[in-house]
């Protein structure tokens, strides 16, 4: 069992910038790929970035590349989410997720095992 808690969010104007962490419990986190995922209001939630087990591999989707940074330490048991150039279609609720297994390209939600909370970032224009 893993439980996964999210920090971070905040209000920050498009163009700022914005850190997520997600820090989990319990000592098998390098066991898991890690990913984020963020659902706007009245939308569905939607895949954001995932990394393998040790950090090597990493996976975004089209809208965020080159923006958001994705990463591990697996010492501090905790995943983070780096988010730069923020766009106002950006603002959602974050949530971390994990999953067991190798892959990084799975982007479906009902295939991670373990979810957080969650965290809002809403981004100004």
């Known amino acids: 069992q893993v439980q996964l808690v999210e920090s971070g969010g905040g209000l920050v104007q498009g163009g700022g910038s914005l850190r997520l962490s997600c820090a989990a419990s319990?000592?098998?986190?390098?066991?898991?790929?890690m990913g984020w995922f963020r659902q706007a209001p009245g939308k569905e939630r939607e895949f954001v970035a995932t990394i393998s087990r040790n950090g090597d591999r990493t996976y975004y989707t089209d809208s965020v590349k080159g923006r958001f940074t994705i990463s591990r330490d697996n010492a501090k048991n905790t995943v983070y989410l780096q988010m730069n150039s923020l766009k106002p279609e950006d603002t959602a609720v974050y949530s971390c997720a994990g999953r067991t297994g190798m892959a990084v390209t799975v982007t479906t939600p009902y295939e991670y095992n373990y979810w957080g909370q969650g965290t809002q970032v809403t981004v100004s224009s």
């Open positions: 319990g000592r098998t986190f390098s066991s898991y790929v």
